[in-house]
């Protein structure tokens, strides 16, 4: 059983992963309730978590979520002190606190670009953050953590992007971080290099020096030629004096 899951756990990260582009370290929202069933459950969330995605993890929560648990009195008291040992993330309602629910959906408005997971017990906040594409979904049954496999909105977004009818700007980006991190983008410049960059063609040079050769043997065959002829006027000059002696 703890294979099988494992199995689903990881097919759905690499959805999350070629899809959406989450990257380590996770970073993951939990609520009261996920804190609450994980006491109960006694499931140590930061030792376990990271096994279970095959990947390190950042543990966060948000201020409504510890105002909200602290409203609810001694009841949730263990969950609020778990709870308190994570991140706690920035959220829009730092003067006018929100329900935790409420809260954690806004963190992962216009399509999720800080990668956050949902960790919740909340059947009402699970069913609207699947109404969300790229919204990982964590719950606990059975005394086992559990990631939700992606949602019909989710499977839709992708189709589409894959038909070249949506390409989000975070997509986008990731997709140029890949191939800056696997060299593609490099490798392409360097094509475009190599055909930009046209030289003289080397059979081009080699032809031009033979004829440069050809063009300097008749001058040297002329000069030779000459030398010749004045070493037989010379040599007839010295015959002439000889013979005018001997007379």
Same mark, same amino acid.
């Given at each position: 059983m703890k294979i099988t899951r494992q199995k689903h756990a990881k097919k759905h990260m690499s959805f999350?992963? =070629?899809?959406?582009?989450? @990257?380590?370290?996770?970073?993951?929202? !939990?609520? +009261?309730?996920?804190?609450?069933?994980?006491? $109960? =459950?006694?499931?140590?969330? @930061?030792?376990?978590?990271?096994?279970? !995605?095959? +990947?390190?993890?950042?543990?966060?929560?948000? $201020?409504?979520?510890?105002?909200?648990?602290?409203?609810?009195?001694?009841? !949730?008291?263990g969950a609020k002190l778990i709870a308190q040992r994570f991140q706690v993330r920035n959220c829009s309602h730092f003067k006018d606190p929100v329900g935790g629910s409420?809260?954690?959906?806004?963190?992962?408005?216009?399509?999720?670009?800080?990668?956050?997971?949902?960790?919740?017990?909340?059947?009402?906040?699970?069913?609207?953050?699947?109404k969300k594409a790229g919204v990982p979904l964590l719950f606990i049954i059975q005394n086992t953590m559990v990631l939700d496999k992606p949602s019909p909105k989710s499977l839709v977004f992708v189709q589409a992007m894959q038909a070249n009818q949506l390409v989000p700007e975070h997509q986008k980006q990731s997709i140029e971080h890949l191939k800056e991190e696997q060299g593609l983008v490099k490798e392409s410049?360097?094509?475009?290099?190599?055909?930009?960059?046209?030289?003289?063609?080397?059979?081009?040079?080699?032809?031009?020096?033979k004829k440069v050769q050809e063009t300097q043997q008749p001058s040297a065959t002329k000069k030779k030629r000459k030398r010749k002829r004045n070493r037989a006027k010379s040599e007839a000059k010295a015959v002439s004096v000889h013979l005018s002696v001997k007379a």
């Open positions: 999350y992963k =070629n899809n959406f582009g989450f @990257r380590e370290p996770f970073q993951v929202l !939990l609520d +009261g309730t996920f804190c609450q069933a994980a006491l $109960r =459950n006694k499931i140590q969330i @930061r030792d376990q978590l990271p096994g279970y !995605l095959a +990947g390190a993890t950042q543990l966060c929560t948000t $201020r409504c979520v510890l105002k909200e648990l602290e409203s609810l009195g001694k009841e !949730l008291y409420a809260c954690l959906l806004s963190m992962t408005e216009e399509g999720n670009p800080h990668h956050y997971f949902i960790a919740t017990q909340d059947q009402d906040l699970a069913t609207k953050v699947k410049e360097n094509r475009r290099k190599r055909k930009r960059a046209g030289g003289p063609n080397p059979l081009s040079c080699l032809k031009k020096k």
